[in-house]
């Protein structure tokens, strides 16, 4: 079934020719489709590129080993990997312990979420960063011959997870408030709970917990959400890396979906026997979840959602919808996996406490998209009993179909995507953004993926229709979509890459992954991959999201060589733009490192970094 299903890319090409997409939007650059006169190179082109009132000053792509960032802007180092949450001990690659690392700024830091001091309220200089922590890279962090391998894994399951510090802006800087009662570090091994329909299914239960509702830990840690009542989702990834062994007999199908069993990135099965798949089997499908936490409570347990299903989730994107129900946008991350959406039943209010606002997250539908080269999109219910969902097809109850998401989506003929990673819910439009980074191993091309294969990435706009209430319905079934950007070069042929309207030599980008919203309505985009497929360093770039300038994004900043960018998050205010600076310096070997940033000094590592950007005069981020 799933082999036959038309991909994203087959369906764009059906449904409009480059002529079309040109009619469509107006000012388009198509690659390889207009003369470069025609393009932007052109004094008239680069006059409308530049016509962008009250906007930052671009920047060059480069290779650099530090950042670089728009004029009139400065960047604050916040927190690193290695800086303690609650004293100023310093931090020494040679001495590290798991212990101390669980108190210690986690490594490779990825979603960002900004919540104010006080629940609910407002402030944009004192508040609380709760930060994911994605994966570790053994290369960059333990020097030869230094620890055994047993004391690396220590370090590594504590270096995952989460952070929450407390963060404060005084006389234009920003910085983390030590030993802040917020403080806290959410790891391997904290205290979990599963909640929804799964909870406590045979395919949860283990040796430790026979009863299959109290996961261990969490792990890595993508993209993720804030919830209207406060609290943060945070998504588990690439769980796949860190299982070895082969499942017992009935169960391959059902691993191999989930590219489990293979060989391990991490020896920690070694040390850990929840990680071998000859002592715990059902190991893996406690992991792929979205995952709530309260910032505001360091001693509430993670709570794992089976309602929003499990796979590699990027992004948890939460949206109020205008009748009060709770929608939450997720992409699958990988090559050829699926979009999906979760409607919850019932409406959330303010008055809700948190442990009522969130059991919305226990009770709804998981709905996955399917597009259509007429440009629009059904969204697909999950749910038992409904079309091929039944026991005869492997899928008894709802349990079953939350567990193995991935399969019960291949049956319901959802639609391959090109990696879909993060998606923004446009705070003014209510247009639905996602960005899919790439897919080198795509051969065939469909409605919403338009390139085989797709090296450089893409975004889609998906607009749902209107509710009777205003705004947008976000619960419906029915939506349209439209391409916002294909990436790439638009003068380079081979790259058939193509954006709404006249872009600059430096604005063109690959490889869109995180993106997010100001208060002027631009759409940021982070790219991860640039080094590799346009040889430059990934950045962050504004685009319009309408008028004469849409889908022209202008590149704000860049992150050092060997890294890319994740994570944005403003302030209320728009005036601070919080980002992480992932794996600087990654595929350099010990002692040679390509860059040494952020502290650029001879004899110390590179170390990721969340940073924060603010204007010189205390303008909005993106101000000229």
């Known amino acids: 079934m799933r082999d036959s299903l038309p991909s994203f890319s087959q369906l764009l090409e059906r449904r409009m020719s480059r002529r079309d997409f040109l009619q469509h939007s107006g000012a388009a650059v198509l690659g390889g489709v207009l003369a470069s006169s025609a393009l932007g190179r052109s004094a008239v082109a680069q006059e409308a590129v530049e016509a962008v009132r009250g906007q930052f000053t671009e920047i060059s792509k480069n290779v650099s080993a530090s950042h670089r960032v728009a004029p009139n802007h400065v960047v604050d180092v916040v927190a690193r990997w290695g800086d303690h949450l609650i004293s100023p001990w310093p931090f020494d690659v040679y001495k590290m312990t798991a212990d101390e690392q669980k108190w210690r700024f986690g490594y490779n830091n990825d979603f960002i979420a900004y919540l104010p001091m006080q629940r609910g309220g407002e402030s944009s200089t004192h508040g609380l960063l709760c930060i994911n922590h994605e994966y570790t890279n053994a290369a960059l962090m333990f020097p030869p011959d230094t620890y055994s391998e047993q004391k690396r894994v220590a370090i590594e399951m504590n270096a995952h997870g989460c952070s929450i510090i407390e963060v404060k802006k005084q006389s234009g800087h920003w910085s983390m408030v030590l030993d802040s009662p917020y403080a806290r570090r959410i790891t391997t091994h904290s205290a979990a709970r599963f909640s929804g329909p799964a909870r406590g299914h045979a395919h949860l239960r283990t040796l430790d917990d026979p009863e299959g509702e109290y996961p261990k830990g969490t792990l890595a840690n993508c993209g993720g959400g804030i919830t209207p009542w406060g609290t943060v989702l ?5 769980f796949d890396a860190y299982f070895v062994g082969r499942p017992s007999a009935g169960y391959v199908n059902y691993y191999e979906r989930y590219d489990i069993g293979k060989k391990p990135t991490y020896a920690w099965y070694k040390y850990d026997k929840r ?3 000859a002592h715990e089997r059902f190991e893996p499908n406690r992991f792929g979840w979205v995952v709530e936490y309260d910032p505001y409570d360091p001693h509430a347990p993670l709570i794992k959602h089976t309602a929003l299903g499990r796979f590699k989730h990027e992004s948890a994107t939460v949206h109020q919808n205008p009748d009060g129900r709770i929608i939450v946008y ?3 991350d990988q090559a050829s996996e699926y979009l999906y959406r979760y409607v919850s039943n019932e409406a959330y209010h303010p008055d809700m406490t948190v442990n009522e606002a969130r ?11 399917r597009f259509a080269e007429d440009g629009t999109m059904q969204w697909l219910p999950l749910v038992h009993g409904q079309g091929k969902l039944t026991a005869e097809h492997g899928f008894p109850t709802q349990a079953e179909i939350l567990i193995y998401t991935r399969m019960a989506a291949d049956l319901v003929g959802a639609t391959p995507m090109d990696r879909p990673e993060d998606v923004e819910v446009h705070p003014k439009t209510g247009s639905v953004f996602v960005a899919l980074t790439m897919n080198k191993e795509r051969k065939e091309i469909n409605a919403a993926n338009e390139r085989a294969p797709n090296l450089y990435g893409h975004i889609i706009e998906l607009i749902a229709p209107s509710h009777a209430l205003g705004g947008k319905d976000h619960s419906a079934e029915i939506f349209t979509w439209e391409v916002f ?9 081979s790259h058939n ?13 690959a490889n869109p992954d995180n993106l997010a919203c100001d208060n002027a309505g631009r759409l940021w985009i982070c790219t991860d991959g640039q080094h590799e497929s346009i040889g430059a360093n990934d950045g962050v770039y504004a685009a319009d999201v309408d008028g004469a300038h849409k889908g022209s994004p202008r590149l704000f900043f860049t992150a050092p060589k060997g890294a890319e960018v994740t ?3 403003f302030t209320p205010d728009g005036t601070t733009l919080f980002l992480s600076v992932q794996h600087p310096g990654e595929g350099s070997p010990w002692g040679s490192f390509t860059t040494t940033w952020p502290d650029l000094q001879s004899g110390v590592v590179p170390r990721p970094s969340v940073v924060a950007i603010t204007h010189r005069k205390d303008k909005p981020v993106g101000s000229a």
């Open 275 to 277: 990680f071998n798949l």
């Open 497 to 509: 890459a193509s954006y709404l309207s006249p872009v600059s030599e430096q604005g063109w980008l």
């Open 567 to 569: 994570g944005p998050c």
């Open 330 to 332: 997720s992409g699958d």
């Open 359 to 369: 059991r919305l997250l226990e009770d709804g539908v998981l709905y996955v998209a």
């Open 234 to 238: 945070t998504c588990e990834e690439n």
């Open 485 to 493: 950007l294909l990436g790439g070069n638009p003068e380079q042929s």
